[in-house]
């Protein structure tokens, strides 16, 4: 549960999360705006969100100048992080997704590893790693004809470790672009579809169900399934788990 909203002069201080960073939340022109303090200490959010106050009271210019200067001096202090180093960080992060099975745990690292090998070079810093590589992979994923939900939940784990770095680069999360993944419509072109028999085939198998001459297991029933599915169009399924409850040969009706 996250803490408690700190209410300053204009503003609040707060955090999404019990062990996440602080956010500062304010309004500028009836808009409500919040921006990461980049820091887990209290006293530092606070400290960091009170120099962010007179550029909320600015005239609008200044705000955009004063949030570039900003941004350029906490940038400057973010750390390097080469990929090849990604996964300790992630894995001990407070922030970091903990998914109730140990499967699902893994999978997030075997998905970081896979990118990580796509990009090709595990010396890059995670800072550099932009939109344009994330949606060559994407791309890359595609064509590896993997399940629809497959390929979206490799982008949704990427896009959650990225967040947690977010302290280690500037900018957008690169996945977190809703292009990147896909839509289930895609699937339909790998769909195996039913396609009915002929009335040659039909007639063949008749021929087989009809002649004493072949053997078939359970022939007389296997006889009763086929002639109900072939002329009332059930399921085979639903034919075997079919019960005379369902039947009225007075009638001549079958549910």
Do not use: C
């Not at 960073?21 to 606070?46: C, D, E, M, P």
């Not at 500037?170 to 339909?188: I, M, T, V």
């Not at 788990?241 to 009706?253: A, I, K």
């Amino acid at each position: 549960m996250a803490e408690k909203t700190i209410k300053l002069d204009i503003g609040t201080v707060y955090k999404k999360t019990a062990d996440g960073s602080y956010y500062f939340r304010y309004q500028i022109n009836g808009q409500r705006k919040a921006v990461s303090l980049k820091t887990r200490n209290q006293k530092q959010a606070i400290a960091k969100a009170r120099e962010l106050l007179p550029i909320v009271q600015a005239s609008t210019t200044e705000i955009v100048s004063a949030h570039v200067q900003r941004a350029r001096s906490w940038g400057s202090q973010k750390r390097p992080l080469p990929l090849k180093d990604i996964w300790e960080v992630y894995s001990r992060h407070p922030e970091r997704a903990t998914p109730a099975t140990v499967s699902e745990q893994n999978s997030y690292e075997s998905t970081l590893r896979e990118f990580v090998d796509f990009v090709g070079n595990n010396q890059i810093d995670v800072k550099d790693i932009n939109r344009d590589i994330a949606d060559n992979f994407a791309v890359h994923m595609r064509t590896r004809k993997i399940a629809v939900d497959t390929h979206n939940r490799k982008i949704r784990r990427l896009k959650k470790i990225f967040s947690v770095l977010s302290e280690y680069r500037d900018g957008d999360n690169p996945f977190d672009a809703k292009s990147l993944r896909r839509k289930e419509r895609e699937e339909q072109e790998h769909i195996v579809r039913r396609t009915a028999f002929t009335r040659e085939q039909e007639e063949k198998i008749l021929e087989v169900l009809d002649d004493d001459r072949f053997k078939v297991m359970n022939k007389p029933e296997i006889r009763v399934i086929f002639y109900l599915g072939m002329y009332t169009g059930q399921r085979l399924k639903d034919v075997v788990w079919l019960n005379w409850g369902n039947v009225s040969l007075e009638r001549q009706r079958i549910w």
